[in-house]
């Protein structure tokens, strides 16, 4: 799922997603007209962009993330956190398995912990993946 940011001129293309405008509007076009579904596939799409603490302001299929909005990680909190309170589901990202598309490769110790994490919660969680 996604959402344009102002038609015509982002309805496609790479200025489609993004991710201030898609957290700001997530709660009046997805919680209170019940699509939670939708709602959560954003959330978790974005979530899979997680870098360096910041949500992509815009994204591009997956591809070629630009984190240049200071406030859109804080729009997706604030998204989370509507999500829950409207869903009663305080733990969907605790059992949620979000693959991650880019990793921090600082240190190759962190990766292996984090593929070992993986492996441990593929047992026990359900999975999406929203990049694929």
Same mark, same amino acid.
């Given at each position: 799922?996604? #959402?344009?940011?102002? *038609?015509?001129?982002?309805?496609?293309?790479f200025?489609? /997603?993004?991710?201030?405008? =898609?957290?700001i509007? %997530?709660?009046?076009?997805?919680?209170?007209?019940?699509?939670?579904?939708e709602?959560?596939?954003?959330?978790i799409t974005?979530?899979?962009?997680f870098?360096?603490g #910041?949500?992509?302001? *815009?994204?591009?299929?997956?591809?070629?993330?630009?984190? /240049?909005?200071r406030?859109? =990680?804080w729009?997706? %909190?604030q998204a989370?956190?509507?999500?829950m309170?409207f869903?009663q589901?305080?733990?969907?990202?605790?059992?949620?398995?979000?693959?991650?598309?880019?990793h921090n490769t600082?240190?190759?110790?962190?990766?292996?912990?984090?593929?070992?994490?993986?492996n441990?919660?593929?047992?026990?969680?359900?999975?999406?993946?929203p990049?694929?």
């Amino acid at each position: 799922y996604s #959402l344009a940011a102002g *038609l015509p001129h982002f309805s496609s293309g790479f200025m489609r /997603n993004w991710g201030r405008d =898609t957290f700001i509007s %997530l709660r009046g076009l997805f919680l209170v007209t019940g699509r939670f579904a939708e709602a959560k596939a954003l959330i978790i799409t974005f979530a899979s962009c997680f870098r360096h603490g #910041l949500i992509p302001n *815009l994204l591009v299929g997956c591809n070629n993330p630009r984190y /240049n909005a200071r406030d859109a =990680t804080w729009w997706f %909190l604030q998204a989370v956190q509507d999500y829950m309170t409207f869903t009663q589901d305080s733990s969907f990202l605790l059992n949620t398995l979000i693959y991650k598309k880019y990793h921090n490769t600082s240190s190759s110790e962190k990766l292996k912990q984090s593929n070992n994490d993986n492996n441990e919660l593929n047992n026990s969680s359900s999975q999406i993946s929203p990049c694929s």
